[in-house]
């Protein structure tokens, strides 16, 4: 089993900052892709940020320039670091991985943290 711990959430001014850290443990033989999700109140979860092994980076439109994702391969670890936040940024976060485990032939299984939320006042 895996399990994917958050942290870092809260309530914070536009304008502001906010540090997201997950970590993953458990039964781990590696790990590929790791991001962050979001999901507003009434809306559909999406990709926020997604980051290889290897490090290349994706975002979504409207964070470029203000989140910066990045991920410690020693330490099964992915953060984002959210800039310049906004109102529209207010959602509960999601981390995930995807995740092959030990002695397992699944192959890489999507793993998902439990959510932070992320409260940006105007």
């Known amino acids: 089993q895996v399990q994917l711990v958050e942290s870092g959430g809260g309530l914070v001014q536009a304008g502001g900052s906010l540090r997201l850290s997950c970590a993953a443990s458990g039964n781990i033989a590696s790990i590929g892709n790791m991001g962050w999700y979001r999901q507003a109140p009434g809306e559909q979860r999406e990709l926020v940020a997604g980051i290889t092994s290897s490090g290349t980076t994706n975002y979504e439109d409207s964070v470029k320039g203000r989140f910066t994702i990045s991920r410690d391969n020693a330490k099964s670890a992915v953060s984002l670091q959210m800039n310049s936040l906004k109102p529209e940024d207010t959602a509960v976060y999601y981390c995930?991985?995807?995740?092959?485990?030990?002695?397992?032939?699944?192959?890489?299984?999507?793993?998902w943290g439990q959510g932070t939320q992320v409260t940006v006042s105007s």
């Open positions: 995930y991985a995807h995740v092959a485990e030990l002695r397992s032939f699944a192959g890489l299984v999507k793993y």
